[in-house]
């Protein structure tokens, strides 16, 4: 690990009071060290990470961590904090806080050397002389291993020696589980968990065979140990690959920091199961991300609950779709600010193209951003089935999305058809088969017969019904007018604004880019009030914080600072550490200011072409005088209530205006509101 750290990557006294803050300390370390090229590049990476799970574990840590192409070598930056600083654990505050930095396409014997510093952190011994180390080079050299440690880590996918007076050793057959851990970045959470199992099954005397699905490499469980295991413990926030090895078993299904923060009560709801007889109906379309915490257990809850697991398969295929709508659509956006709205009609510029021609560049863009467009559908439906039943799902899923174009259904018809493929790949996966059969099961029969299942479906069945009500859809938008475009105009404000970013958000932002794939009159008003609602969280978080600064702390006064840049650039989720600390004064509050600007948007026929950008693309909106009036009517609005709402609140005076001595980040002592 000599190339990862150095001592000019750790910082025993680190001051910040957030985590974004302290995230930019160390990675400003990166940058002088020359193992970051883009310092904000990078930090939107790691942001990016940390909204999808907080990284703040209990005992006080925090590891804040990314793949970045803006990484040239992969990178350990340590920082220790007095003051302790929130990274989300449910213990509190971290003072130990680990950056760490991997390129893109780091090797795996760089990962694995940064997994083995994650199972380090499960060490108390170590985690303690990191806090009582006095000279930056020595700690380098500690979390570098050149101190011996106390017993070598676990292999990865083997079992650890069981200890000297386990049931093992005495001679007799011990409880065996095998697990698999996993989390999104595949780098730290995923090793700490796998560790804390093995050192948990330890002290229990239970065998535990851990296997790490991250970036340092997926080597599987021998059949034979899994085959001889008596329970199975899942700690995930990815899929699980190859599921069905697994089936037949009793399971326990939680996130990856269940099993970090809580091992021996996996263990023992194991043991729980097993006595029990619970047996696991497991298939590759069982389970899906925890929409939760990812501390809470699935084995039960998403079983019970379909709506939770809906709106995970939905989800899963809006987040693969935005990358194309983003791409596709602010290509298109360009286009028309180059060469107007006529572009759009140009002639095909593989046959007429003309260099030193403006037009003819619009044209360019607009049609290549007009081929990224044409994915969304089939790439909505392709993820929406493959969030269901894994990689067999996805070829009946692109097919279906592809028909739904094919018979003008639209977005709506990419829903049904990437429902429909994920729900025949199931049932195709619970039909039993020969063993000679299994192995070209995934790749040649259930990609066949659920393509074809599903392109009848849609051809025949369902395709020409969606089709009418997706037309029913687009007359009642380009119709809308007076009170009802008003009305939907507030729903859509509310919905941005409730969960900033969470599911209600990306259901109206869904809704409103589905428009784009077709614009119409009416969509482009959709588009329009929901992108110009999504401004006005961050917007009139920053403005609260400029105009009644003594209601907020320091930290939330330099959170409003970014919050300026975060609203105008539509980055709803600059409200979120406003609405964290507060969430019964602020969320109600932005969620008044976003239906004001919704329904002012809609009421002033503003229309939008693209799909992101904020005051950037104004030039592409329709009356974009009247539309940034409402955006700053909704701010207004917004603003004036939180402050009407905290102000009511007694607080003690902050005459240093910094965070107490808590650590907690708000000075103020609240009487009851």
Known sequence: MSELITAELVDLDLSAATKDAAARSLAERMVAAHRVTDLDGFLADVAAREAQMPTGLDGGIGIPHCRSEHVNAP???????????????????ADLVFLIAAPAGADDDHLTILSGLARRLMDPEFTAALRAGRDPAAVAALIRGEEPADEPAAEEGTAPEPETGTAEAAGSVPFRIVAVTSCPTGIAHTYMAAESLAAAGRAEGVEVTVETQGSGGFKKLDPAVIAAADAVIWAHDVEVRERTRFRGKPLVDVGVKAGINRPAELIAEARRKAERGEIAAVSEADGGKDSGDGDADRSGADHAHFGVRLRTYLMSGVSYMVPFVAAGGLLIALSFAIGGYETASAKSVADHFVWGEADSWAALLNQIGSAAFAFLVPVLAGYIAYGMADRPALVPGFVGGSIALTVNAGFLGGLVAGLLAGAVVMAIQRVPVHATLRGIMPVLVIPLIASAVVGFLM?????????????????????????????????????????????????????????????????????????????????????????????????????????????VSFITEGAIPFAAADPLRVIPSVMAGGAVTGALSMAFGATLRAPHGGVFVVPLIGEPFLYLLAIAAGTLVATALVVLLKGARRAAPDPAGAAGASGSGDPRVPVVA
């Open 75 to 93: 990178t350990l930056a340590f920082g220790r904090s007095a003051a302790g600083i929130d990274f989300g654990a449910a213990d509190g505050p």
């Open 459 to 567: 051809f025949i069945v369902v395709g020409k019904p969606i089709a009418s009500l997706q037309n029913a859809l687009t007359d009642w938008l380009n119709g809308l007018s007076g009170s009802n475009a008003v009305i939907l105009g507030v729903v859509l404000g509310l919905m941005m604004c409730f969960d900033m970013g969470g599911p209600l958000n990306k259901v109206a932002y869904a809704f409103a880019v589905g428009g784009l794939a077709d614009p119409t009159d009416g969509s482009l008003k959709v588009m329009a009030a929901v992108m110009a609602a999504g401004m006005v969280p961050p917007l009139a978080m920053a403005l609260a914080t400029t105009v009644r600064k003594k209601l907020f702390t320091k930290t939330e006064r330099e959170n409003g600072r970014a919050a300026w840049v975060l609203g």
